[in-house]
């Protein structure tokens, strides 16, 4: 088994409080567990990849403008990771095995290099962490799935504004995609 760490959407607009689009108190208390475990996949060498989303300020043909307030716009601090993830990865950035790659859709794989990347390094099971549960880590599951990899989701580093729908896309997870839901 070859893992990758995949980071979605882990940005200061999504997880602070004053965020354009915030996930609130629950992305932030993920903040800890996240740091650890990049630091730990780290420290083995495993690829980690920071998927994050990007947007232009009213761009008509993105289908997210009729559905959210803007967000993550290029070049705003809302679009940098946040917190302790925002710590971490100044530590370890420009390593050769940490990516920080733009997305343009909910999945990390649409629109992007990641399964390539992935296939170059011969990953099969791809760890998702993030922001937020059901949208972007539901999306990029559904896609790793179709695409034949094994799915990790450690419950501590995923976080939703929705509990419900938290709750509903880990046992979605766990009972039709077949991933590893850690406690
Ligand atoms: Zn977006």
């Known amino acids: 088994m070859s893992e990758a760490l995949i980071v979605i ?15 609130g108190a629950p992305a932030q208390a993920i903040q800890d567990a996240l740091a650890a475990k990049i630091d730990l996949f780290y420290s083995a060498s ?3 990849f920071f998927m994050m989303d990007l947007h ?6 993105h289908p997210e403008t009729a559905l959210f307030p803007p967000h993550n716009i290029e070049g705003t601090k809302g679009r940098e990771l946040y917190g ?3 710590e971490k990865y100044g530590e370890i950035k420009g390593a050769q095995n940490v990516f920080f790659i733009d997305k343009r859709r909910y999945s990390a794989f649409a629109g992007t290099n990641l399964a390539q990347l992935l296939n170059e ?19 990029t599951a559904v896609d790793a799935y179709n695409a034949g990899y094994k799915i990790v989701v450690p419950s501590t580093c995923v976080a939703s504004f929705n509990p419900d729908g938290h ?17």
């Open 121 to 139: 390094r011969e990953i099969d099971t791809v760890v998702l962490t993030g922001l937020v549960t059901d949208i972007c880590i539901m999306h």
């Open 167 to 183: 709750k509903v896309a880990l046992d979605h997870f766990k009972n039709s995609m077949g991933a590893v839901v850690e406690e």
């Open 84 to 86: 302790r993830v925002k």
């Open 56 to 61: 232009h300020e009213n761009d008509p043909y």
């Open 9 to 23: 959407d882990y940005s200061y607009d999504f997880a602070a409080p004053d965020g354009k689009l915030t996930a």
């Open 46 to 48: 495993t690829p980690i």
